[in-house]
């Protein structure tokens, strides 16, 4: 059975992509849309996803988890606190929901929904287009272990590909939040941003909500992640970008010590590459199919990227294409007028790493927020 119902929606795995499959909550109260029985997501290696009939005699065990709770009384209480009133699981029948934790602020009415299990890209903007129909803002807190490295922090799967211009992790066993505001992935896995952490008792509800800007910014942060880029190079790649590597090393360069008009923060998940890698193939393209002088649009390059490099156009790809060709505006490589880009500055191929270095330190000093 390929249908099931999640209270009025309906989940139809032959219109969901492998990767909307995979983060399927699989346990939703799925029911069959003819008998409205109960149903069982299952997704193995061997059979294809799909949904059964729960068995006879069956139990069906509440599958909230102690951390999951115990993180909702956690941000209950700290709601209390600070002499807010919260609910815990608050229904909202007119929508099918249950709310983790619901309180108003401000005159505003907010929902924390804690999620610890991997959900749909379509359920995850169906829940919050539903609290948004009751005027209500949802505030997503995220649990799983989050892994820190050298200037990013590898994401727990619930997070991965999320893009906002905000995130909060929550840890349960040390209370410890940590705030992502403007992140920039760097894979849908990775990501660096603007990061705070600390107890959740040292932070008020102005920390929380936060004033997002929407604008990624130059930190020196970045500039730690950049050089950490170069050092490693060409082993971000996978296999199936040796054809990135071969294409970098015909112009003269290798991915490791790429142009400084590589590799600039931009948010996002519309293309589900390494940073470096697909601002490469970008950057590739323009100085491959363009003369200085030439106009173009934001259309033809994602086009040749779909064409000469087989990356696949997602919602929000061009989004992200167009931020990083205005950064190439800000970086002089090119015009940008009514739309239209013009290839104005061919970029030099011959300088060596130290010297890439020493713009890059410059430029974030020039860009820096």
């Known amino acids: 059975m390929q249908r099931a119902l999640v209270g009025q929606s309906l989940v139809d795995l032959t219109k969901l992509t492998r990767f909307e499959i995979m983060r399927i909550n699989r346990h ?12 069982v997501f299952k997704h193995g290696t061997r059979k294809k996803a799909h949904f059964s009939h729960v068995q006879s005699g069956i139990k069906i065990i509440n ?42 602020y401000e005159e505003m009415g907010y929902v924390f929904e804690v999620q610890r299990s991997v959900m749909s890209e379509t359920e995850f903007n169906k829940r919050n287009a539903d609290y948004r129909q009751l005027g209500i803002e949802v505030i997503w807190v995220f649990l799983g272990e989050l892994k820190q490295y050298e200037g990013s922090y590898r994401l727990p799967p619930v997070m991965q ?10 840890c349960t066993k040390t209370t410890h939040v940590t705030l992502f505001e403007d992140p920039v992935y760097v894979s849908s896995k990775e990501l660096y941003g603007k ?45 199936s970008e040796k ?59 994602t086009g040749i990227l779909k ?13 992200q294409v167009k931020k990083y060709l205005l950064w190439l505006v800000r970086l002089k490589m090119l015009g940008y007028n009514n739309a239209y880009f013009e290839y104005r500055l ?24």
């Open 307 to 319: 064409m000469e490099y087989g990356i696949k156009e997602r919602k929000g790809t061009r989004m």
């Open 161 to 170: 590909g999320r893009a906002a211009t905000r995130l909060i992790h929550f």
């Open 195 to 239: 990061v705070t952490c600390a107890k959740l008792k040292n932070y008020g509800m102005q920390d929380v909500l936060g004033r997002n800007s929407g604008q990624s910014g130059v930190t020196k942060q970045w500039l730690e992640v950049k050089r950490h880029f170069r050092r490693r190079g060409w082993y971000f790649a996978s296999k």
């Open 28 to 39: 939703q109260n799925f029911t069959c849309e003819r008998c409205s029985k109960p149903l």
């Open 63 to 104: 599958p909230e988890s102690a951390v999951h709770r115990l993180a909702k009384e956690t941000m209950a209480k700290w709601l209390h606190e600070q002499g807010i009133k919260a609910s815990v699981e608050r229904r909202f029948p007119s929508i099918d929901r249950i709310a983790d934790v619901y309180f108003e």
């Open 346 to 369: 061919a970029p030099d191929l011959t300088l060596s790493m130290d010297a890439c270095l020493k713009i890059d330190d410059i430029l974030v000093k020039k860009f820096s927020v």
């Open 243 to 301: 054809k990135l590597v071969e294409q970098c090393l015909l112009r003269g360069f290798n991915l490791a010590q790429v142009p400084v008009e590589v590799g600039w923060p931009v948010s996002g998940n519309g293309i589900r590459k390494h940073l470096f890698v697909w601002q490469s193939y970008i950057f590739l393209g323009i100085i491959k199919f363009f003369k200085v002088g030439d106009v173009f649009s934001v259309q033809d390059v």
